[in-house]
Structure formats: structure tokens, C-alpha cells
């Protein structure tokens, strides 16, 4: 029984001995990540990170640390020695790729429409027919097409979709670095996307894709922080 517990006792202590506060932060193109769930799925430990993307845990090497947030990939790191960088671990997340909820009809011939939509029915019944003879079977698209089970005939004489615009913030994210709101601009790193949001609202901001002009983008958000510190 001494021997038993005497193992036990060794055992507990060299896991202990072993653990440290592992310090890090999260990022993602260089902008801190906040409320990002860091689990230590070997101890079971869980912490979040701070406004800045920063966090710190228990945990020791061979220990595997996951980081969980919604708008990101789930990321897990097995801890080691070569990971740290000035005795910090630096995480980079990924964007979780949008999934296409519709496909671009491009190129659809000209459909007259009839006041009989019997008729109509029965000719785009027909068209849909033929495309579907002439093509391969698309598995798990959504085409609109009888191969898939689905007879959305209003879709093939409505307008084709618009190719979405680039938005706003992608366009102010991919040119001005997180240094450049914190430093130019004097915001906090919690405060930047919020402020993204404000100027998002202009219609100017509508333009500012279009332009592609860093200059006229950066005076844009000078602009917009000054009235945006008023608030």
C-alpha cells in the first residue's frame, strides 16, 4: 500500500514539475483575435484570449492545445520546444471559407414569358429537359435541375444572380495592418472592428473597392476615426 502510494505521489509531482504558464497570442493576417477559446485538451484546462489575441494557460511539452473560434478553422498545436519564439507562442488562425449558398447562372439564353403560366411552366419544363441531357450530373449542387430533385422553375426566367461586390472591410484589412489603427489612427485593438462597421455605413465606403487607391482609403479612415472618437 506504501509502495502504491509512494508511485503515485512521484507521479503527481513529476507532472507538476514538468507544467508551466504557456504565454501566447492568436492572430489572423496580423490582426489580434479576441474571445478565442484555447483548450488544453490533455488537462482539460480552458482559457479565452484577451482584447489583444493574447492568452496564457497551463501546460507542458506533448501537451496538445487546441484554439476554437467560430469564425475560424480549429487549429490544434502539439506543445514543443520549437514552437516558441522569445518564450511565447505565436497562433496563426485561419478564415473559415465562405460556403456558396446559390450558383451564378451566367450566359442564360433569352426566355419570352407568356401570360399562361401553363405554358410557361410546360416550356421551361421542356428546357430544363434538354440542358439536363447535354451535361454531366452535378452530385450535391444545388443546380435546380431534375437530376438533383428540385423544380425551382422560377429561377431559370428570373434575373441571374449579381456577382457580390468586394466588401469594404476586406479591402481596408488586406492594405492597413492592425499597427496602422493602433498607432495612426489611435484606436484600440478592441475598437477596430467596430470601426470598420462605423465607417461602413458611409456610402462613400461603397467606393473606396472601385478606387483601389490606398491614399484616398487611408484619408478616408482619418477621417472617419476623428468623428468616430466623438461618438
Known amino acids: 500500500m506504501k509502495v502504491k502510494l509512494l508511485s503515485a505521489l512521484i507521479l503527481f509531482i513529476s507532472q507538476v514539475g514538468f507544467s508551466q504558464t504557456i504565454k501566447g497570442k492568436v492572430v489572423c493576417n496580423n490582426y489580434a ?3 478565442v477559446e484555447v483548450i488544453n485538451a490533455t488537462t482539460k484546462n480552458i482559457t479565452v484570449t484577451d482584447a489583444n ?3 496564457s494557460i497551463i501546460a507542458k511539452t506533448n501537451d496538445a492545445l487546441v484554439f476554437v473560434s467560430k469564425e475560424h478553422q480549429v487549429k490544434k498545436l502539439i506543445i514543443n520546444p520549437k ?8 497562433v496563426e488562425l485561419i478564415l473559415k471559407a465562405e460556403e456558396l449558398n446559390e450558383v ?7 426566355i419570352k414569358i407568356s401570360k399562361d403560366l401553363n405554358y410557361e411552366n410546360a416550356k421551361i ?6 440542358k439536363a441531357a447535354n451535361r454531366p450530373i452535378v452530385k450535391g449542387v444545388n443546380m435546380g435541375t431534375i437530376e438533383n430533385g428540385i423544380t425551382k422553375t422560377i429561377r431559370l426566367y428570373g434575373r441571374a444572380k449579381e456577382k457580390p461586390q468586394i466588401e469594404f472591410i476586406a479591402i481596408v484589412k488586406a492594405s492597413c ?5 493602433v498607432e495612426n489612427l489611435q484606436l484600440k485593438p478592441d475598437e477596430i472592428e467596430l470601426f470598420l462597421q462605423y465607417c461602413e455605413i458611409d456610402p462613400r465606403s461603397k467606393i473606396i473597392p472601385k478606387k483601389n487607391n490606398a491614399l484616398s482609403t487611408m484619408d478616408f479612415l482619418l477621417e472617419k476615426s476623428i468623428n468616430f472618437k466623438k461618438l
Open 104 to 110: 451564378l447562372i451566367t450566359n442564360m439564353p433569352s
Open 177 to 181: 495592418n492592425q499597427n496602422y489603427f
Open 125 to 130: 419544363s421542356q428546357y430544363t429537359v434538354e
Open 83 to 90: 514552437l516558441f519564439t522569445n518564450d511565447e507562442l505565436d
Open 53 to 55: 489575441g493574447e492568452f
Open 33 to 35: 483575435i479576441p474571445k
